[in-house]
């Protein structure tokens, strides 16, 4: 079983920065795909970012792409995600994800089998 307990979040004006993170407990790490997902008010979850096992390999979506960063200590069993030049429509509930097996990123929440409990960022304007 893995648990992860997501920290960071709040509140930032516009053009602010961010950091969450992802620690993971229980079975091993290193050769499990992470990934963070974001949820706004009224709107489906939407894939954010993902990283291979390894860390070599990344993967973002277009809105973040340039200003959002995702990385990973698999010494510390912790996933990252560093939010540059925040915008208000970045406002949402992210949640970050872990795959039960396979290192290899995906964009589609079903495959993913453990979740964080999920960390509101607001963006003013």
């Known amino acids: 079983q893995v648990q992860l307990l997501q920290s960071g979040g709040g509140l930032v004006q516009a053009g602010g920065s961010l950091r969450l993170s992802c620690a993971a407990s229980?079975?091993?790490?290193?050769?499990?795909?992470m990934a963070w997902f974001r949820q706004a008010p009224e709107k489906e979850r939407e894939f954010v970012t993902g990283i291979s096992g390894s860390g070599l390999s990344t993967n973002y979506a277009d809105s973040v792409k340039g200003r959002f960063t995702i990385s990973r200590d698999n010494a510390k069993k912790t996933v990252y995600l560093q939010m540059n030049s925040l915008k208000p429509e970045d406002t949402a509930v992210y949640y970050c994800?872990?795959?039960?097996?396979?290192?290899?990123?995906?964009?589609?929440?079903?495959?993913?089998?453990?979740w964080g409990q999920g960390t509101q960022v607001t963006v003013s304007s």
């Open positions: 229980g079975r091993t790490f290193s050769s499990s795909a």
């Open positions: 994800a872990a795959k039960e097996f396979g290192s290899s990123w995906n964009r589609k929440g079903e495959e993913y089998d453990y």
